[in-house]
């Protein structure tokens, strides 16, 4: 039985009476609008919006902006402050390396890169990683990489990806050229196709086993063997979302083998996107007088049917030097409607257009895009079974969910029934459930009907336990490192669902009264700390 320092609790449900032989169904609704932060993002692991951070290695410092940012995590930590409000929970992190050209990376190289992922487990946050040496296109850089310079480097960096695994959502396949986007190299490097191959092919063996590579287009994917361990392994990111087609898309909107491909592969991996920058963009040369807005309803569309995990919150948000708003501004004035959503087949959550009294809530574009990126779990109903004649308090327990979500959850989240007692001891009771399965519908069903997954298992307890018992549902990160961060930001995941009613019950016998007010896990990630709520589901931080 495990202790836990702070409690932060997903509790499932306030049980009725129950006896041996009864089965007991709690129901749950949606969130409204107008429920406590109900409008608020919720902050979960490993999806929504990210930043973008670029780490000069050798330096030590911000590679844009050194002398405003000297250390390490200056930016980092001055970017968080500024996104505070939207729920951001990865960060798209550069790493540097053109200080090592022609050698060996060194240990104070990799003391630079401990210092920055230790403060991402500090703040509860995780890195879409891309390794990089060259600043600037067209090959004005004064050196850049040979192959085997970016060979040495990823044969020293695969141990230490892998030992630090827990805080990399995914790597994307930098190394050649302008800010690792394979083009403009100093060397001319992706002018052969056999080259790009095989730099690929070495970013995936670099990669730990149970983690992806991303690419900008699939055309570089589709440069492996389909039969290959490289080519399961890649997915997406896309660095030109602008959902109209353009002469710099990749070739990459609807309609085009290239998004098609992105449509059925992406189901099964993260994909990671942004926008242009605003100042590219809104420039009116690049489009009408007013400037190129890039429509939020039909940007939504697209991170939907290609199964967007995450999206960069810094492209045309809250640049500066702008004659007017961005595109993520605008977002925030579009509404978006219950009936559009479902015209076009997207996921619409139970409760999301309603307030308490039944009436319609507005939403906007940006509020839909950054509420149903990656996972959105949705309680729907917990039955329990008291089993008769036993030795023993046993109740079996089936959760049904739906995931709201543009995808699926990634990596190892195991999922445990809780019982917590009022010492706040904790037992556990490890389930059969596979998060990576909690697909929001069928890939490739064009009908796109949620699907409703069940956790089912079974809580044990002696007859002669005695007193207050909380039951929970948590669903950590496999880490072993997540648990230490106590009162930082959370890494495990929040769930919607409220209880129909406000009314308190209770289980009979010894087997306890559930308590139901705790505080909340995201105070540190949004405007309004520290608020009590009330049946709304959360988890266990262990430490």
């Known amino acids: 039985m495990r202790k836990f320092n702070l409690t932060i609790l997903f509790l499932l449900a306030l049980l009725p009476v129950l006896f041996a032989g009864q089965t007991t169904r709690i129901p749950y609704r949606g969130i409204y609008a107008d429920d406590p932060n109900g409008t608020a993002g919720i902050y979960n692991p490993e999806r929504g919006f990210r930043l973008e951070i670029a780490v000069d290695i050798a330096k030590k410092c911000d590679v844009w902006k050194p002398q405003e940012y000297p250390g390490i995590t200056d930016y980092l930590e001055s970017e968080i402050n500024k996104y505070a409000c939207d729920s951001v929970s990865l960060v798209q992190t550069y790493f540097y390396l053109h200080g090592y050209i022609g050698r060996q990376l060194p240990p104070e190289a990799f003391a630079t890169m401990d210092v920055y992922f230790n403060k991402l487990r500090q703040l509860g ?13 067209m090959g004005t850089v004064s050196s850049g990489p040979t192959m085997e310079d970016m060979f040495r480097h990823m044969k020293q960096l695969k141990p230490y990806l892998e030992k630090n695994k827990d805080v990399i959502l995914a790597l994307q396949a930098g190394f050649i050229g ?121 940007t939504a569309r697209q991170l939907f049917l290609e199964h967007y995990t995450s999206l960069s919150v810094i492209h045309n948000y809250k640049e500066r030097g702008a004659p007017d708003k961005y595109s ?45 990126l990656g996972y959105r779990l949705e309680l729907q109903e917990l039955q329990i079974d008291t089993l008769k004649h036993t030795d023993n308090h046993i109740l079996n327990l089936s959760l049904t969910l739906i995931n709201r979500g543009f995808s699926t959850l990634f990596n190892e989240h195991p999922v445990y029934f809780v019982l917590v007692d009022e010492h706040n001891q904790v037992k556990e009771f490890l389930t059969n459930a596979d998060t990576n399965s909690f697909q929001p519908y069928r890939p ?31 669903i950590p990160d496999s880490s072993n490192t997540f648990p230490a961060l ?58």
Request: hydrophobic share 30%.
């Open 125 to 137: 946050k995780k890195a879409l990683l891309r390794f990089a040496y060259e600043t600037e296109p």
């Open 178 to 298: 302008a800010w690792g986007e394979w083009h403009s190299s100093k060397h001319n490097i992706e002018s052969s196709d056999a080259n790009k191959r095989i730099i690929l092919e070495k970013i995936c063996r670099m990669t730990p086993q149970d983690r992806v590579v991303q690419v900008r287009v699939p055309d570089y994917k589709n440069l492996l063997p389909k039969d290959s361990e490289a080519y399961r392994k890649t997915s997406f990111h896309d660095d030109f979302i602008v959902v109209d087609p353009h002469r710099w898309d990749g070739n990459m909107h609807e309609g085009t083998p290239n998004f098609d491909q992105i449509v059925e592969e992406g189901a099964f991996m993260p994909v990671d996107g942004e926008l242009p920058w605003g100042t590219w963009s809104m420039n009116k040369e690049n489009g009408d007088a007013n400037g190129w807005i890039i429509d939020g309803k039909k």
């Open 328 to 372: 993520m501004m605008y977002w925030k004035e579009t509404p978006i409607s219950e009936e559009y959503l479902k015209e076009k087949h997207m996921p619409v959550s139970d409760g999301y257009f309603r307030k308490h009294d039944g009436s319609a809530a507005q939403r906007n574009a940006f509020e839909y895009v950054r509420d149903h």
């Open 444 to 474: 490739g069903d064009k009908t796109y009907t949620p699907l409703i997954h069940t956790i089912k298992g079974q809580v044990t307890l002696p007859k002669t336990a005695n007193g207050t018992y909380k039951l929970g549902l948590w």
């Open 486 to 543: 106590l009162s930082a930001a959370p890494t495990e995941i929040f769930l919607g669902g409220f209880r129909p009613t406000d009314v308190m019950e209770s289980i009979s016998s010894p087997l306890c009264k559930c308590l139901y007010h705790q505080q909340s896990p995201f105070h540190q990630q949004q405007p309004h700390p520290n608020y009590l709520i009330k049946e709304r589901i959360y988890l266990l931080r262990s430490g």
